[in-house]
């Protein structure tokens, strides 16, 4: 099937630490791979996207390789801040003609100072 | 500036009320679509157009009616809204491309069916 798998929140993290959000997909072929991002009271926007295996998608300080092996495409940080509190999105275009979008159901991740 | 706007951004109506939430773009793409975002289970596609006059339904058509006169505005129509309808909803536009296009998404509408 066409799936986007990612995990559950809330992730709660101190400022400067770490951040790791697991995403998976299943896909028949090589889908485009994105992470969008969306702030309280705001849309979503694109954090980073990846095109190609073993692509690196980067912005903000933020990367996410995509891992045809694995088929993930996880979003990590080094040192998370407490503007990056947010919901984060993993997506996978579902292909042919449409640019349909497929999402996983979101992680709310909350930095606190 | 890059821009979906969408209207309102919030409304509380009435079961059986048709309502309309207008989705305009200014970045002359082709392709515009509609979600809604629930808990639990993300965004989930309503219907798309891939150009003027041209739409199909998504993953939760049912209950939604959508147009497209003109290139650059994308109503979403709920003719009979039911209390299940009651969600976040977005607009998206994406220029045309192989699919690994940035999608320019609206800040959302709230609407409470009650």
């Known amino acids: 099937g066409n799936s986007v798998t990612q995990m559950e929140g809330p992730v709660t993290l101190s400022e400067e630490a770490f951040l790791t959000i697991n995403c998976t997909y299943t896909?028949?072929?090589?889908?485009?791979l994105f992470w969008y991002v969306q702030y309280p009271g705001e849309g979503l926007q694109l954090l980073l996207k990846?095109?190609?295996?073993?692509d690196k998608g980067s912005n903000k300080g933020f990367e996410a390789t995509y891992r045809k092996e694995t088929t993930s495409f996880h979003l990590e940080k080094g040192s998370v801040q407490v503007s990056d509190s947010a919901v984060y999105f993993c997506?996978?275009?579902?292909?042919?003609?449409?640019?349909?979008?497929?999402f996983g159901t979101g992680t709310l991740l909350a930095v606190q100072p | 500036e890059a821009q979906v706007t969408q209207n309102p951004r919030y409304l509380i109506t009435v079961t059986g009320k048709k309502l309309t939430v207008t989705c305009s773009q200014n970045m002359n793409h082709e392709y515009m679509s509609w979600y809604r975002q629930d808990p639990g289970l993300g965004l989930r596609q309503i219907y798309y157009?891939?150009?003027?006059?041209?739409?199909d339904k998504g993953d939760v058509p049912e209950g939604y009616k959508v147009s497209r006169k003109e290139k650059r505005n994308f109503p979403l129509i709920l003719e009979s809204p039911s209390p299940n309808q009651t969600s976040l909803y977005f607009c998206?536009?994406?220029?045309?491309?192989?699919?690994?296009?940035?999608?320019?998404f609206g800040q959302g509408t709230r609407l409470t069916v009650v």
């Open positions: 896909a028949t072929g090589y889908p485009s």
């Open positions: 157009s891939m150009n003027v006059e041209v739409t």
């Open positions: 997506a996978r275009n579902y292909g042919g003609a449409t640019n349909k979008l497929i």
């Open positions: 998206a536009s994406q220029g045309a491309g192989a699919g690994n296009t940035e999608a320019f």
């Open positions: 990846a095109t190609k295996a073993d």
